[in-house]
């Protein structure tokens, strides 16, 4: 697990969440600032809750949109990972990830919380969400 202090905000909202999709969403949240960390021109991110949900900025280095964690309103029992529905992103994703992870709309990538975690897939998917104004106009996703 990252060692990225979490603001006292975003902590409690984790702590509302069921197991295990707790688990998974803070499993989550470690690629996420992984990824951040790799991946060159993403810079510091912003931790900090939207619409009551965990988010991720790149609100110094403006390189890519918001992601949001949650839980899935079709399968509560599982995790999302939100992004901007007037992106392209859930359309890319879906394109070359429909066999490692269900899709909710524009809007949501769900993420199954007590199955093994797609780590490669889910890292790509973050990266062009990371970078997706640096991408624009078709995000695209590439190997590490």
């Keep these: ?9 975003v902590a409690e909202v ?9 688990a998974r969403l803070l499993e ?11 991946t060159e021109g993403v810079g510091p991110l912003t931790e900090t809750l939207k619409w009551g949900e965990p988010a991720y900025l790149t609100e ?8 949001r964690l949650g839980i899935s309103k079709a ?8 992004v901007n529905c007037q992106t392209t992103l ?8 429909a066999d490692d992870f269900a899709f909710e709309g524009q809007r949501a990538l769900i993420v199954p919380a007590d199955s093994s975690l797609s780590r490669e897939p889910l890292a790509l998917c ?5 970078t997706y104004h640096r991408q624009k106009p078709a995000a695209k996703i590439r190997s590490a």
Aim: glycine share 4%; hydrophobic share 45%.
């Design 75 to 82: 399968a509560p029992e599982d995790c999302a990972v939100f």
């Design 14 to 22: 984790f702590t509302r969440f069921p197991e295990p999709v707790r």
């Design 126 to 130: 973050l990266r062009a969400a990371l």
């Design 60 to 67: 110094k280095s403006g390189s890519g949109t918001t992601i």
């Design 28 to 38: 989550v949240r470690d690629l996420i600032f992984t990824v951040a960390d790799e």
């Design 90 to 97: 859930i359309a890319t994703f879906r394109a070359h990830f």
């Design 1 to 9: 697990m990252t060692d990225q202090p979490m603001p006292s905000p």
